[in-house]
């Protein structure tokens, strides 16, 4: 109800007795004990449910989508949802569409590059480290300039295992990444590890397909223009602009560099909690599974 919910908005600000607001309010303390004590009801844990849905498409959209796109993808989903309900909840959450502002375009396709196929097909979920990992590039706001980000991560515990900053989107940005992530993996055979990437000139380019085969490194890429083919990249590139980056201002790209590396190595890698390996940082969830084979192979 709602006057329960304001009744304990108020009892968390500690200025009014729940029994004064009650007999105001004309309603019973045990009713709002009651209530207070009560789990939540099937149509608030299926709005949480939604809520993860709805947060996966807009931000897979580059934060694009709005309440009718994002209606129609769920109904193409199976879920039966009305267009109210999607609004309600983007609303709630403060979710929307774009507005026409001015977005720097990082995927230039080269109309005459050949494109290695789709080895990942949307199955973002390897069982094991160093079997398939995917990068991307995005944009960020300094007092210089765009600074430029690309990533690699561990499809298997969303671990950032290489990145590379500059001012340029050049194909040496994507490649400084590929190398560090070699480096962080060093002692381990990558032969046959699945690099996924959209199809951007950088990763199509001879320069960056030679740097893959010389560590052994097998290229996939998903379509043109399809944001789902590589939907792991673009949900780490939300989170660090939702969780951190939108609530920062740079004056210069160096700030940016310094204060990107302490985010990802300091906190992303390894201490948030991602719910797609069980609520574990990625650095714990390896650790997991080397402790796993360890006693397997004792």
Known sequence: MAIYSFIAEEQANQVWAVAEMCRVLEVSRSGFYGWQNRGPCQRE????????????I??????????????????????EVGRNRVARIMRANGWEGETGRRRVRTTIVDRGATAAEDRVKRDFNP????????????????????????????????????????AHMRTELVGDALKMAVATRSGQDLVGVVFHSDRGSQYTSAEFGD????????????????????????????????????????????DARRDLIRWIKGWYNQRRLHSTIGYNSPVEYEAMFNRHNDNIAA
Request: aromatic letters at 12%; hydrophobic letters at 40%.
């Open 211 to 254: 740097l893959c085969d010389r560590h052994g490194v097998l290229q996939s890429m998903g379509a043109t223009g399809v944001c789902w083919d590589n939907a792991a990249a673009e949900s780490f590139f939300g989170t660090l602009k939702r969780e951190h980056a939108n609530k920062r201002s740079w004056a210069t790209r160096a």
């Open 127 to 166: 069982t094991a480290p160093d079997s398939v990992w995917c990068g991307d590039i995005t944009y960020l706001p300094t007092g210089q300039g765009w600074l430029f980000l690309a990533t690699v991560i561990d499809l298997f515990s969303r671990r950032v295992i290489g990145w590379s900053v500059a």
């Open 58 to 79: 807009w931000e897979c959209s580059g934060r694009t989508y709005g309440v009718p796109r994002i209606h129609r993808w769920l109904l193409k989903q199976g879920f």
């Open 45 to 56: 844990l299926t709005d949480k449910m939604l809520a993860v849905e709805i947060e996966a």
